[in-house]
């Protein structure tokens, strides 16, 4: 069964020493930031502090997310990480077109991730997810998206949620994570917007401090419910595989199969 990644940290490039603990932090990926929580004069500091990081393996998968692509400091972030054996992805922040994903393919031979923060970028939505093999995901940035649609409200924003949910899944990548919930403090917040993120078909959430990992992890975990469901339709399916309908009056059929063994995937992920 696929082991999906639930939990992406986010931690700043320009601070080595809060990188190694969030390494330690039980998140399934640790993305090291170059672009948005990096100040302008310590750009060049945290893309070598970053690649002098990566120069090694790391205990977990360890993603950079490097300045955007059409500024003025992409291009030395992507030469200084090519080829790192601790790098296991690059997430390109502010994505509007196929061609900007073609273009970073050619640089640097990692799986690639594609932010989309922008109402131009959700409009290319699935011509971004298709761009490139390279392409392993695409996710929000929202904070740039609310800003570029002035929206006030979350129910602005579940449109072009769904619409990258879609995206996505048409074009056969793993479902988004959701983006981060900027209030660290706001631990039930966090939690009651992980329950309609996962209900909209997202699947994890990135996260900005550790004590959000495991109310992230928690909302997205089936629930005792959930798999004794999942197991007891998988069970029926192996001894019948055509469709039918549970002794409980359920009809199940390859659609819902699939739907439980996703269910299951996620349950057993050690």
């Not at 490097?66 to 992409?74: H, K, Q, R, S, Y």
Request: proline residues 9%; glycine residues 6%; hydrophobic residues 45%.
């Amino acid at each position: 069964m696929t082991r999906y990644p639930l939990t992406w940290l986010y931690v700043p490039g320009d601070r080595p020493h809060v990188v190694a603990k969030a390494l330690v932090a039980g998140a399934d990926v640790v993305v090291i930031d170059l672009e948005d929580a990096v100040a302008p004069d310590r750009k060049e500091y945290a893309r070598t502090a970053t690649a002098e990081l990566l120069a090694q393996p790391r205990p977990v998968p360890v993603h950079v997310r490097v300045n955007a692509l059409d500024g003025p400091w992409a291009a030395a972030d992507l030469t200084a990480l090519a080829g790192l054996p601790g790098l296991s992805g690059l997430r390109l922040p502010k994505v509007t077109s196929p061609d900007q994903v073609r273009q970073a393919a050619v640089t640097t031979p990692v799986p690639l991730y594609a932010l989309l923060e922008s109402a131009l970028g959700i409009e290319h939505a699935y011509a971004i997810a298709t761009a490139h093999p390279a392409l392993r995901g695409i996710s929000l940035g929202e904070a740039d998206l609310r800003a570029d649609l002035g929206v006030r409200a979350e129910a602005g924003l579940d449109w072009p949620r769904s619409r990258v949910v879609v995206a996505a899944r048409a074009a056969g990548l793993a479902p988004p994570p959701q983006s981060v919930h900027p209030d660290i403090r706001d631990l039930d917040g966090l939690a009651a917007s992980c329950a309609h993120g996962r209900a909209l078909g997202f699947l994890g959430r990135a996260a900005i401090h550790p004590r959000q990992l495991p109310v992230i992890e928690r909302a997205y975990l089936p629930t005792p419910a959930e798999i004794e469901h999942a197991e007891t339709i998988t069970k029926a399916a192996a001894s019948d595989q055509g469709a039918q309908a549970l002794p409980d009056g359920r009809f199940i059929d390859a659609a819902v199969v699939a739907m439980a063994q996703r269910t299951l995937s996620l349950t057993y992920r050690t």
